[in-house]
């Protein structure tokens, strides 16, 4: 149950970051900390309590699989492949199928961080 609850504490985040390919208020550098952590804590629990305990140190594992992807997508697109758009600096938004080209332009243009992930249409 708690690698369920961590899932969805992550995939709403994970989603967000794919969609906008940018970091936004994420801190990488927390990231890199924090997921090196959750293996070692994993591995640690995982020495103690064998594979019997694999309930107890399963959801660090998850965890930091979670946030390693989180970490790697971040890393991603503030170094390895920036995409700034030429009038303010920011990440353009891309990938998003499925709509027509106008409309594609407008929800572009009003993506953020803050933009809510569940909207009516």
């Known amino acids: ?34 997921t090196p952590g959750s293996i070692v804590w994993a591995a640690s629990l ?6 019997e305990g694999w309930s107890t140190w399963g959801l660090y594992v998850v965890t930091a699989v979670l946030q390693g992807s989180l970490l790697a997508m971040s890393v991603y697109f503030e170094y390895v492949n920036p995409q ?11 990938g998003i199928e499925d709509e027509p ?12 961080e803050e933009t ?3 909207q009516s249409r």
């Open 1 to 34: 149950m708690a690698a369920v609850l961590t899932s969805i504490q992550y995939f709403p985040q994970i989603y967000t970051t794919l969609r906008l390919r940018r970091v936004g208020s994420l801190s990488i550098p927390m990231m890199c900390i924090q």
């Open 84 to 94: 700034k758009s030429v009038s303010d600096g920011t990440p353009s938004p891309e």
């Open 101 to 112: 080209e106008q409309e594609q332009d407008r929800e572009q243009d009003q993506l953020s």
């Open 116 to 118: 809510p992930l569940l």
């Open 46 to 51: 995982a020495a103690r309590l064998g594979t």
